[in-house]
């Protein structure tokens, strides 16, 4: 036997969760409904990885059926995973809560914003001396939220904010 079948056959394995042939349907806040094959877009799905690590979707759907979370807010880039999170928050005994993701954020040449990739910071713009008004106006009016770039004050942001009418596509951002 050689070296790399031996590995093989003493890796710590993950954990999957079968999954049924089943039609998972649901309402997105901003992308609209969706139905998906669970067994087909997914397949059986990693929920404890070879490291003892309890993967992304059950944590997430535990933590939010423990917490009776209502409503989920979050970049479109886990709108895949959706399916899989209600199908196990239904298999564990909860209700899954309604789910909106919005567009992610992007600089000038498509580059995600993110901890990761060091983009812009909130922090950073009000050490620059920009108000949380003024950070969530330009967001809203990038969005497609409101209809012109002004400072829009808090109580008028809510009024507005109908994610029906967020863009879909990702949203650029030029703040500095």
Not at 65 to 82: F, Q, W
Not at 93 to 117: A, C, F, I
């Amino acid at each position: 036997m050689s070296e790399a079948q031996r590995q093989q056959m003493t890796k710590k394995p993950s954990w999957r969760v079968h999954v049924p042939a089943r039609i998972i349907s649901f309402t997105d806040g901003v992308y609209g409904t969706f139905h998906e094959d669970l067994a087909c877009c997914c397949g059986d799905f990693v929920v404890r990885r070879a490291d003892d690590m309890y993967a992304y979707q059950l944590a997430v759907s535990v933590d939010d059926g423990a917490m009776a979370v209502t409503h989920v807010l979050r970049g479109e880039d886990l709108l895949s995973s959706t399916a899989q999170q209600i199908w196990l928050m239904e298999t564990l005994g909860y209700t899954p809560p309604v789910y909106t993701h919005v567009p992610m954020l992007v600089d000038e040449y498509g580059n995600r914003l993110s901890k990761r990739q060091h983009g812009i910071t909130i922090r950073s713009l009000r050490e620059r001396g920009m108000t949380a008004e003024a950070i969530l106006s330009h967001l809203a009016y990038a969005g497609g939220l409101v209809p012109e770039r002004r400072s829009y004050s808090r109580d008028e942001l809510i009024r507005c904010c109908d994610f029906r009418k967020l863009r879909k596509e990702p949203i650029v951002v030029k703040m500095l």
